[in-house]
Every structure is written in structure tokens, then in C-alpha cells.
Nanobody, 126 residues
Framework: VQLVESGGDSVQAGGTLRLSCVGS????????MGWFRQSAGKEREGVAV????????YYADSVKGRFTISQDNAKNTIDLTMNSLKPDDTAMYFC?????????????????????WGQGTQVTVS
């Protein structure tokens, strides 16, 4: 199983970025997938998660209304569209996946369910 992220970049505050994650070695459909981020000196935190079986999404409060997670099962990808970016969004963003459904709400943004990680893509907002 391999997850490969792309789309990280340096942008100014208020800008937009779209991250993509391509999965290989497993089908993304009917699984839990998501995006986590980690900035210097901080724990890795959940940003947005999607159950690719029915499209149910979960977001961290800090990104609600600004970030959108989406799926394309035909391409085995999930994307994260990030609008109105803030300097606090600066971090390494990691794609995450499991080969089963998402845990109960309240646990989806915790890393304990994640079985596979991508290598990360850097987002810098200034």
C-alpha cells in the first residue's frame, strides 16, 4: 500500500491550495481516508476525514468552512481544497488511510485508526 501526496506549496494568507493523495495497492472505496497535519513542535492532528463508502466527512473545528475533503474513487484519490489559508495552517500535511470504515464520530480526527501514511507535503502560509 502506498499513498502519495502532492500539491503543497508556499502561499500568502487568504490564498487557496489543493492537495491530492493517490492510493495504490488497495482500493480507496469503502475505507476511511483523511488528512492530518503536523507543524514544528506539535503533535500530528486530524484535519479532515472522509468515509469513501458514502462520502461522510469530518472536519477539525479550526478548518470548518474553509477546507473541503473530496474523493474520486475511479482515480483512487482524495483531495483537500484549502481556502482562506492562514499562517496557522502552515504544516506538513499527511494523507492517511485504513482498509476499513471510519471510527465513531469523536474518534475520526485521532490518528489511532490510521494504518497507512503518505510521506507528506509541505504547506507554508505567510
Amino acid at each position: 500500500v502506498q499513498l502519495v501526496e502532492s500539491g503543497g506549496d508556499s502561499v500568502q494568507a487568504g490564498g487557496t491550495l489543493r492537495l491530492s493523495c493517490v492510493g495504490s495497492g488497495f482500493r480507496t472505496e469503502y475505507n476511511c481516508m483523511g488528512w492530518f497535519r503536523q507543524s514544528a513542535g506539535k503533535e500530528r492532528e486530524g484535519v479532515a476525514v472522509i468515509y469513501t463508502g458514502d462520502g461522510t466527512t469530518y472536519y477539525a473545528d479550526s478548518v470548518k468552512g474553509r477546507f473541503t475533503i473530496s474523493q474520486d474513487n475511479a482515480k483512487n484519490t482524495i483531495d483537500l481544497t484549502m481556502n482562506s489559508l492562514k499562517p496557522d495552517d502552515t504544516a506538513m500535511y499527511f494523507c492517511a488511510a485504513a482498509n476499513f470504515g471510519c471510527p465513531a464520530p469523536g474518534y475520526t480526527l485521532l490518528r489511532r485508526w490510521v494504518k497507512f501514511w503518505g510521506q507528506g507535503t509541505q504547506v507554508t502560509v505567510s
